[in-house]
């Protein structure tokens, strides 16, 4: 069955540092992949989003890859802040539905 | 402020009870879609409309209905209410079919089955 998997643990790092996210996927082949954010108790909202023909997506402060071939994707966020601590949720595609993985908390310390 | 408006934001009831979660997606999206997330599971997909039509069904229980009027709102019915129901339930909105779309989000509703 179609697996999504990201980190359990909560990830803390010091505000100024890169903040890097993994996404692992198995048992499809998405079309393409995105990334929200989601705060306590409110709705994901949308980051980015990058198709199977590119390796690399950036806005602002964020990056994300996409290697098909490790079925992986990295989520990073450069010069992190403290309003960036959420929840950073995966969401690989290809159809109509749009799978979720469980999440990876993020808390950035001043 | 995404646009999804759904109602009610609270909702409390009890095991064996009905109940009717209601979507309104942001003007002109044709695609509403049905999230639930309870905190083992994460968000999990139930169901995604497109323009009246179901498109697509995840992990959607018997108990559990959906539709999506003329008018592009979409109530998602849950009966036979068990405690494990108990769960935050996301709509989103897109204004195509979702294949390669960004979904808005509503506030979601939350229900407690006691």
């Known amino acids: 069955s179609q697996k999504i998997e990201q980190n359990s643990e909560a990830l803390n790092i010091q505000e100024g540092k890169t903040a890097t996210l993994t996404c692992n996927y198995t048992?499809?082949?998405?079309?393409?992949l995105q990334w929200y954010r989601q705060d306590p108790g409110r709705g994901p909202v949308f980051l980015l989003l990058?198709?199977?023909?590119?390796k690399e997506k950036r806005k602002e402060r964020l990056k994300v890859t996409f290697d098909t071939t490790l079925k992986q994707s990295l989520f990073h966020i450069t010069a992190s802040q403290p309003a960036d601590s959420a929840t950073y949720l995966c969401?690989?595609?290809?159809?109509?539905?749009?799978?979720f993985g469980k999440g990876t908390s993020l808390l950035v310390t001043p | 402020d995404s646009g999804v408006t759904q109602t009610p934001k609270h909702l409390i009831t009890a095991t064996g009870q009905r109940v009717t979660l209601r979507c309104s997606p942001r003007?002109?999206?044709?695609?509403v879609y049905w999230y639930q997330q309870s905190l083992d599971q994460g968000l999990q997909f139930l169901i995604q409309?497109?323009?009246?039509?179901?498109?697509a069904k995840g992990n959607i229980l018997e108990r559990f209905s959906a539709q999506q009027f003329p008018d592009l709102h979409s109530e998602l019915n849950l009966s036979s209410l068990e405690l494990g129901d108990s769960a935050l339930y996301f709509c989103?909105?897109?204004?195509?079919?979702?294949?390669?779309?960004?979904?808005?989000f509503g506030e979601g509703s939350r229900l407690t089955v006691l």
């Open positions: 969401a690989p595609a290809s159809g109509y539905a749009l799978n």
């Open positions: 990058i198709r199977e023909n590119e």
């Open positions: 989103a909105s897109s204004p195509g079919q979702g294949r390669a779309g960004e979904l808005f």
């Open positions: 003007s002109g999206d044709l695609s």
């Open positions: 409309y497109y323009n009246g039509e179901e498109r």
């Open positions: 048992n499809y082949s998405p079309a393409y």
